[in-house]
Every structure is written in structure tokens, then in C-alpha cells.
């Protein structure tokens, strides 16, 4: 049992450039999410899936976009990296809503640098 | 808009000592409440989860209290250890059923000194 797992854990961009970020959970779990974390900021939602085929934006969706075609995997994209999106990622997945007093599991987090 | 603030940002005290750590959310509403642990350069663990109808929570030496009429959550750690050193962090959603709005406090840099 892996729990989440995240691919890659570092990555270097161009301004401009796009690329894909992979979540994968083995739990069986509905829910997941994708954070970025930021100094002094906290964790902040961009986008989270409440089941297979679905999407939902977060509270900073601009600048990316995700799917989740099959029930373990989240993907997180990014069309044209701008240094603002300079940050770490970090996925995580729960069995239910966290509003119904589920706990979150989390993945090690993905380090980007957009130059 | 709410938001969560988490005092002290940071903190030192000698192995043994017992600790408090502080979260507030500026909105009282809070459904449930989580505290998660971050070590350097990882991802967060979740420690204790308070639910709805509860007022507390404990793991071993943590013991995590919700006061939903004040917004304010508290950790505390027994005897603490220098393995306990990581930044320390809540998070929760205003209602049910809100996975869009779980707001994460920026967390408390916790340092046990041998």
C-alpha cells in the first residue's frame, strides 16, 4: 500500500512551457485534491474531483487545469508556466469530503521552479 | 473571508517541556478540524481529526481541543521530544460537505531542543 504517490518530485521550467503533474492513490479513495503550498501562505486549493470523470476549481484554479479519467489518478496541468507558479505541489485523497470528518492522506509533494 | 491564523509562527523550547499550539479561524463557523504534521521538505501527516460533535481528540501525547463557539483550536504535546520538531498545522471546512473550503492555517515551525 503506497498511498499517494506524486511524479515528478522536482521539476525546472522555461517561462511558457507546460507539463503534467501525476497524483496516483491506492485507497480506493472518492476525493482528491490539489494544493500548492507557498511561504507564509499556508495551503491553498486549485482544483479537487469528487469522483471518477469529475472536476471542481479550488480557490486558485487560473493557470491550470486537471482530470481524472480513472479513479486513482488526479493529473495536474499547466499550459504556460509563468514564474508565478513557482511553488510546491502537493496532492492528497480522501475516502469522503473532508466536510463529513474524513481524513486527508497526502503525497510527498512535487517542487516547481518556472524560470 | 476566512482565515486562519496559527500562533506562535514559530517555536523553540528544551526536550520535556509540555506546549500549546494555537489556531483561530477569523469566522467562527468551523465544521470539524484537522492537525497535520509537516516535516522539511515533505508532504503533511494527519495527527488528529476533531469531528463535528466532538470537543477533543488524542493520540499518545497529543491531545488536540475544538471550541466551535470561538473558532479556536488548540495542540497540545506532552513531554515533548526532539522528534517532534516539524511544522505543525490545522485545517478545516466552514460546513459539511465542503471540499472546496477546508482553509489551512500557515502553520507553527516547532523546534525541541535536546
Known amino acids: 500500500n503506497a498511498g499517494v504517490t506524486q511524479t515528478p518530485k522536482f521539476r525546472v521550467l522555461k517561462t511558457g512551457q507546460s507539463m503534467t503533474l501525476l497524483c496516483a492513490q491506492d485507497m480506493n479513495h472518492e476525493y482528491m485534491y490539489w494544493y500548492r503550498q507557498d511561504p507564509g501562505m499556508g495551503l491553498r486549493l486549485i482544483h479537487y474531483?469528487?469522483?471518477?470523470?469529475?472536476?471542481a476549481k479550488g480557490e486558485v484554479p487560473d493557470g491550470y487545469n486537471v482530470s481524472r479519467l480513472k479513479k486513482q489518478n488526479f493529473l495536474l496541468g499547466l499550459e504556460s508556466a509563468a514564474p508565478s507558479q513557482t511553488s510546491v505541489y502537493f496532492c492528497a485523497s480522501s475516502y469522503r469530503s473532508s466536510g463529513e470528518a474524513d481524513t486527508q492522506y497526502f503525497g510527498p509533494g512535487t517542487r516547481l521552479t518556472v524560470l | 473571508k476566512q482565515e486562519v491564523t496559527q500562533i506562535p509562527a514559530a517555536l523553540s523550547v528544551p526536550e520535556g517541556e509540555n506546549l500549546v499550539l494555537n489556531c483561530s479561524f477569523t469566522?467562527?463557523?468551523?465544521?470539524?478540524l484537522q492537525w497535520f504534521r509537516q516535516d522539511p521538505g515533505k508532504g503533511l501527516t494527519s495527527l488528529l481529526l476533531i469531528q463535528s460533535s466532538q470537543r477533543e481528540q488524542t493520540s499518545g501525547r497529543l491531545n488536540a481541543s475544538l471550541d466551535k463557539s470561538s473558532g479556536r483550536s488548540t495542540l497540545y504535546i506532552a513531554a515533548s521530544q526532539p522528534g517532534d520538531s516539524a511544522t505543525y498545522l490545522c485545517?478545516?471546512?466552514?460546513?459539511?460537505?465542503?471540499?472546496?473550503?477546508?482553509?489551512f492555517g500557515s502553520g507553527t515551525r516547532l523546534s525541541i531542543r535536546p
Open positions: 485545517a478545516g471546512p466552514p460546513e459539511r460537505s465542503s471540499a472546496s473550503k477546508i482553509i
Open positions: 469566522d467562527s463557523a468551523i465544521y470539524n
Open positions: 474531483s469528487v469522483g471518477e470523470g469529475t472536476t
